[in-house]
């Protein structure tokens, strides 16, 4: 630990490490939260109800200053962090605290130990469940490696504070020591966490990804890499296959390893047949994030008035099929996940490894009209490695662990569209879940390796002519659309698209 260790000599009371049934009844006490008769707590973010990429700030200090990759990470002085943490110091007098001791990485050789000190209820249920828990006979000895500060309730004003809006996130890798002001968004909290692992592992050879895992009845692991709103979380969660985990994940030279110890789902939608194992997790122990409730006090799941980012937070054992501890082997088969909302990306596609590197640089979906405020036609976005927010270090370090850990394990890269089929938003359709994941269950069984592949002309992708349980017609793209020169010049402007993006890489 660094020079930056709060006091809370001052504070008027700190509730340490207590237990789910405790924190739950605190939440509904003394946070504004709602307890559901399934015993699901709903909890509520205030004004921030996304994370805000351009509040997050690392700080610029020699011990990392040559590591960090400056294009997509805010600098902050040593001076102006000393001044935030002094502010956060003054802030917990008086305060009613609650301190959270956690493990971030299933792997204990590559394990943090991370303290938070939070001061809503909400924050403190919401972490345990979100982190790994250590056992009694550890906490009873746990010194933190970090220390997370969530002051959530504590705005800043940029005029006298030197931030750049009312809130921040403030990360000092060699003080080991994280501020989050201003927001009450408790993903912030865990992107964080994500973000030192992603600082930490690749420097010591040990590959970090925005990506779900889970396990095969034979023993294969598998990776899912995808932004918000591509499927991680739901093709993940398996009825056939055991979890890992569904959001953050190390690759050492040993197998994969889950960074955290609970899921964090979107809910937008969530219907009991879509997508049974999260919609069966929601019960006590978890909260509900920015769920509207409807006249009768139950979830309305297609409600977006608050945000169309409500989400739910669970501890990984309310998925029923989960490995224990949540490790696996080496992957034998990697899918990058994409939402193609111009409708050119084949629905499955086999990927060479220089084309994996090149997606996977890339990191390419849409957002779709309504996601977020302003969009009202799809827009592509490239978030290098699937992960951008979160990256400390440059792409490429990223890139070339993923290029050989595949040359040295074999894995098999798919590319796996989930988005639009037909057409473009507009005038084609989503693909059908059900489709997506016979694709994949074909793929992982081994079921592809003696069908025949065609090279797509445009961007060089191995198409598949055949695929159990899916219509051979909807595997060719171009073959679902109508017009058939509209589809190529919609594929032409994507990998143009692509091209000029791939440039700064």
Known sequence: MGKYK??????????????????????????????????????FSGEYTGRTPKDKHT?????????????????????????????????????????????????????????FIVERPYHALFIKQLLI????????????????????????????????GDAVIALNMPEQTVLIGGTQYAGEMKKS??????????????????????VGPNGDTALFFGLSGTGKTTLSADPERMLIGDDE?????????????????????????????IFHAIRTGAILENVVLDAHG??????????????????????????????GGH??????????????LPPISRLTKEQAMYFFLNGYTAKVGGTEKGVTEPKSVFSACFGQPFLPLRPKVYAELLGKKIDEHGSKVWLINTGWT???????????????????????????????????????????????????????PRNTWSDKAAYDAQATKLHGMFEENAKQF
């Not at 809370?8 to 405790?22: G, M």
């Not at 994500?194 to 895992?213: D, E, Q, R």
């Not at 977006?304 to 490790?327: C, D, F, G, L, W």
């Not at 057409?423 to 079921?447: C, E, N, P, W």
């Open 59 to 115: 700080v610029a200090d020699a011990a990392c200053e040559d590591h960090i990759w400056w294009e997509n990470n805010n600098r902050m002085s040593p001076e102006l962090f000393e001044s935030l943490f002094g502010k956060f110091q003054s802030y917990a007098s008086g305060k009613e605290l609650y301190i959270v001791d956690t493990y971030g990485g299933a792997d204990p050789a590559h394990r943090i130990k991370v303290r």
């Open 298 to 327: 139950n979830p309305d799941f297609n409600d977006q008035s608050i945000t169309e980012n409500t989400r739910v937070a669970y501890p990984i054992e309310h998925i029923e099929k989960i490995m224990t501890p949540s490790v």
């Open 422 to 476: 037909g057409g473009a938003y507009g005038v084609g359709s989503r693909m059908k879940l059900g489709f997506t994941r016979a694709m994949i269950h074909a793929a992982f069984d081994g079921q592809l390796d003696g069908v025949a592949f065609e090279t797509d002309p445009i961007f060089g992708l191995h198409i598949p002519s055949e695929c159990p349980n899916v219509p051979s017609d909807l595997l060719n």
């Open 193 to 214: 966490v994500f973000t030192i692992m992603n600082y930490l592992l690749p420097l010591k050879g040990v590959m970090a990804m925005h990506c779900s895992a889970n």
């Open 133 to 164: 828990r250590p056992s009694a006979e550890e906490l009873s000895s746990f010194e933190p490696d970090w220390t997370v500060v969530d002051f959530g309730k504590r705005s800043f004003d940029p005029a006298v504070d030197g931030t750049r």
């Open 6 to 43: 709060l006091d809370l000599s001052s504070a008027a009371q700190i509730h340490k490490n207590l237990d789910v049934e405790t924190l739950i009844q605190h939440c509904v006490q003394r946070d504004g939260c709602k307890q559901l008769a399934n015993g699901a707590v709903v909890a």
């Open 331 to 344: 992957p034998k088969n990697i899918v990058f996940l994409t939402c193609d909302a111009m409708g050119v």
């Open 249 to 277: 994940h190390g690759w050492t030279n040993d197998g994969v390893f889950n960074v955290e110890g609970g899921c964090y789902a979107k809910c937008i939608g969530l219907t009991e047949e879509r997508e049974p194992e």
